[in-house]
């Protein structure tokens, strides 16, 4: 049973940095991939970065450009999404996702997997 478990949110002032986790089990195989997603209050549920286990290409999106990464850990079992220059308009609830086939997917739709949220908080 593929399972996903997002950890490491918390509140932080604007400039600051969090590394969020995401614990990864279940797969017997490689090719998957995980999305970070956040939703803001009153907002619709958006990818913020993705990276493939198989071979650790990734993508960050536009609205996290240039303050995000996402890395797989040493031992391949964890995703770590590290958010710098931390905005108020980042403040959501951040979860992670596994897509099954091992593709950079850009559709909430795509994803197969869900691990329970954990919430940021950016005050000003």
């Known amino acids: 049973e593929v399972q996903l478990q997002a950890s490491g949110g918390g509140s932080v002032q604007a400039g600051g940095s969090l590394r969020l986790s995401c614990a990864v089990s279940?797969?017997?195989?490689?090719?998957?991939?995980i999305g970070w997603f956040r939703q803001a209050p009153g907002k619709e549920r958006e990818l913020i970065a993705s990276?493939?286990?198989?071979?650790?290409?990734?993508d960050v999106r536009d609205s996290v450009q240039g303050r995000a990464a996402v890395v797989f850990s040493n031992t391949k079992n964890t995703v770590y999404l590290q958010m710098n220059s931390l905005k108020p308009e980042d403040t959501a609830v951040y979860f992670c996702?596994?897509?099954?086939?091992?593709?950079?997917?850009?559709?909430?739709?795509?994803?197969?997997?869900w691990g329970q949220g954990t919430l940021v908080t950016v005050s000003s």
């Open positions: 279940g797969f017997t195989r490689d090719d998957y991939a």
């Open positions: 990276i493939r286990r198989r071979d650790g290409s990734s």
């Open positions: 996702a596994a897509e099954k086939e091992g593709i950079l997917a850009g559709l909430i739709g795509e994803y197969d997997y």
